[in-house]
């Protein structure tokens, strides 16, 4: 979910995004794995390639489900996972590791 979070920034909407870009937001992602990542994205028809560079756009199928993995995190899983853990300093931990 963390880089689908990274990708639906409103500042790449317009003029599409690249891996590097992404990796700014993510520096665990190494550029092979934001290929492959691009890739799956790709394949689901989430984002498609601008021809001639090196840059995507999500698609309006991609905009729909990544609104609706984040509603569902940001409505149900964090809400759930404050409840099991009440103590604010864990859970960024939490969702960061477990979703």
């Given at each position: 979910l963390?880089v689908?979070?990274a990708i639906?920034?409103?500042?790449?909407?317009?003029f599409?995004?690249?891996?590097?870009?992404?990796?700014?937001?993510?520096?665990?992602?190494?550029?092979?794995?934001?290929?492959r990542?691009f890739?799956?994205?790709?394949?689901?028809?989430l984002?498609?390639?601008?021809?001639?560079?090196?840059k995507y756009?999500?698609?309006a199928?991609?905009?729909e489900?990544i609104a609706?993995?984040?509603?569902?995190?940001?409505?149900i899983?964090?809400p759930?996972?404050?409840l099991?853990f009440?103590?604010?300093?864990?859970?960024?931990?939490?969702v960061e590791?477990?979703?």
């Open positions: 963390s689908l979070e639906s920034k409103g500042e790449y909407m317009t599409g995004i690249q891996g590097k870009q992404i990796r700014q937001h993510l520096p665990k992602i190494t550029p092979s794995a934001m290929t990542i890739k799956r994205l790709k394949v689901h028809e984002i498609e390639k601008i021809p001639g560079s090196y756009l999500i698609t199928l991609g905009k489900i609706a993995g984040l509603s569902i995190k940001n409505l899983l964090v759930a996972l404050h099991d009440p103590d604010a300093e864990i859970l960024p931990f939490c590791n477990h979703l």
